[in-house]
């Protein structure tokens, strides 16, 4: 395969960018600057939590799908399979647990500073317990504080589980911050960050939507991850991120009045083609091939559930400065992967429906298992309920092994063609009803 | 002047084309195994079609007549075969020019080039009037579809009478000779073969027994005993038009190529499509009320679910291992060295199926070995395999969605009696005894007419994607 160009951007990409190096920038001189470091989990994040004692976040799947991107993560993957993980251990962790052995290199080049505190915020997947143990193992003696979110099994949130989580915050997850940070807490503080947040969350929302419009101005799955997710997750409650969004949103509501389509890294897709809502996280070793397989093809992801895994804002939650922790708790268990399959078919079907999708596409990972169960039944439910052509296709996240170009390509080829033949057997059908 | 439409699916193991008319009524079928490359794999099955194409036009062209004349009917039928047999002739004439050319380049020493050309010719000779009587007497069964099968069978039990030490050069000068001579396109004058099967069948009348009794392996049934002493007559009135079609000219006006070779055929970008599409197309045309098709091809294993109009809604593939498709069912046949078409009817004795717990191929050739050590009987472990094969593309199915009211059943596997037994056996078992399940001699070809179907709509699809590439070639 030849060498990618450079990707065309837009100013928010650019920007994207640049905060993230400034992330990574601010982790490497911790020494310096005496910041503590928290390890934690994407979905339900305590990020202003931890921001309000001035601490910096580091999330490990994070760094792995940039060492993916990067194409670092194979080496890392063998490394710790070398120590004896198996084969069909999540390739996060695989990628993580490597990236660690190994000095540590974060996916830019400098060095990611040990943790003072893992906070182990346990939200709708199994494996980050076993993750965190094993993290607890290479770094003796950094305390341990966990946040188990009770899983929404019966489709709700009670007040019950609410008070549990609270609780949790209280008597364990704080108190271990202030002993870690040397501060207090300040809730006026954390609320002032909610405020924050949920401003940054109503532009958010306003951003995934505008791909309702035909043709989308963005693609939500592709670009979702790429440049309009990650900012949310790190610099969610701060001012800076509120900038971010207003600026995205202007970007993309700029883009809905001119009726341009999405920015692919060859440039803006001329021509609407097919709009699909995808389930299951990305590849992350060939994404830009990957990504490429679908804008050839124009086909654009106007919803997806995977941007979904640090937060479902688009069902009305926000972060509420009256509340903090209870709407932190309620954040939490509110994340896509905590949600029960039926909650999540009814949220896909709703895409499906409100988007105008002529398609629903799973990419099924090898290794995650906390995505994988249920999605064949999914698809199924999917297929029934909104009679839209169905398509699977598998990968992995981190693992380049798993991801067969031809395989893809053949699958994706002959799905394409499925959607297109039903476009036009149906605009004949309806010619003759009418 | 008719119009025709060519579909071309392009396998991993054989290569098919069909021809239909604008009734989407199957006129010519066309398959071959070659190996050669993908644009004469497709020429070979398309002249194959076209071939074919001239036979079922001459009955459709004879009407009603045939129907008060069966005897016509078996004429062309042998005709046909007899004419596949003058197209078998020329390729065999073919094969020994090769054997020649390796047995003078592989052996260094005249004296045992000699010896070999000697040995390669009395195997020659006595293979030859065998296979000819097959053709002729339509004792090939499922056999005839493929020259290097018909020949190798042969040619593998001449060789095992010779002495040992014989074998190994002998299956070297085979290997190397085999697949030039399979792999050339010979473009034939239908209408010279097609005289020389009529003479062939004129001695093939002649000589015909008296009586059932004299010999048993000729079929005697009422359509031959109404050829036989009224054959020059018959023969004499269709041979205008045979002559006819023979001058047919066969203008194909839209085709499709599709398949796991599609990429490669020599066809417009826009008359490609998935084989996914095609076979779920083609197996829906047949029978219109199924919902769910399985095909089980070479390299790999597709259950599909199809909604009322034949458009594919999902679809299921095997990843990464072939172990469930018909190469599967190839590498065991090489393993227990037995051609392919036996596999099935030894499997279909079984008495008991031993577990095959293998899920790749290669293993299974090792669990193969170990079992047969372990003294469990060849038929049972075969009986075993075919179900291991069944039971994985029951899983597949189930991945795809289950199988409601109607089952089709299409790939080159369908034509072994064992895999049939099994898939009915689990498809029974697993979603009860109201589903039809439907199984079509033409199995192997849906692919390819679904394809002819999609070029007789017209529906090609025109992806951005094949725009482009279209717009960069008219740059």
Redesign the interface.
Known sequence: MSNPKEAVKEKSMVIQKEMTAKLFKELSNTKETGKKVVYTFVPGNLTELILSFDMLPVYPEINALQSGMRKQSGNYIKEAEKLGFSEDVCTYVKCDIGMMVNGNVGPTGEKLPNPDLLLLSYTGCFTFMKWFENLERLYPGVPVAMLHTPYQEDGKMTPDQISYMVKQMKEDVIPKMEKVSGKKYDEKRLSKMLENSAKAEDLLVNILESAKNVPSPIDAYFAGVYYIGPIFTAFRGTQEAVDYYTMLNEEVQQRVGLGLGPITPEGEL??E?FRLVVEGPPNWTNFREFWKIFY???AVIVASSYTKVGGVYDLGFRHDPKEPLESLAKYCMGCYTNMNLPQRVKLLENYVKDYKADGFLINSIKSCNSFSAGQ?MI??EI?QRS?V????V?SDLVDPRYF?YA?IK??L??Y???L???K??MKQEEEIVN | MNKYYLGVDLGSTTSKAVIINEKDEIIGRGITNTRANYSVAADIARDEAIYNARFSVLKNKLGDEIKVRPEYKKYIDDLESVFQYEQFKVRLDKLGEELLKTCKTFFKEEETQEKFIGHLRSIRKSFKPEIKRDYLYNNLGAKNQFFRDIVSEKYNQEVNKLDAELFEPLMTVWDKSISPAENERVQFDFRELVEKAMKELEDKYKNLPDSVSDNTSVDFDAEMNLLKGNFKNVSETLREHIYEIAELEFHISNMTGTGYGRALLPFPQDCIRSEILCHAFGAHAIFPNTRTVLDIGGQDTKAIQVDKYGLVTSFQMNDRCAAGCGRYLGYIADELSISLNELGPLAMKSTKEVNICSTCTVFAGAELRELTNLGERREDILGGLHKAILMRAMSLIARSGGVFNEFTFTGGVARNPAILKYLEILIRENYGNDIKINIHTDSIFMGALGGAMFARRNLNVELPSTKKAKAELSK
């Open positions: 001329k021509e083609k050839d093809m124009g064949l698809m199924r297929e009679s052509p169905v398509g699977f598998e067969s395989n053949n699958r080829e002959s394409f063609q499925m297109e033949q039903r036009i057997i």
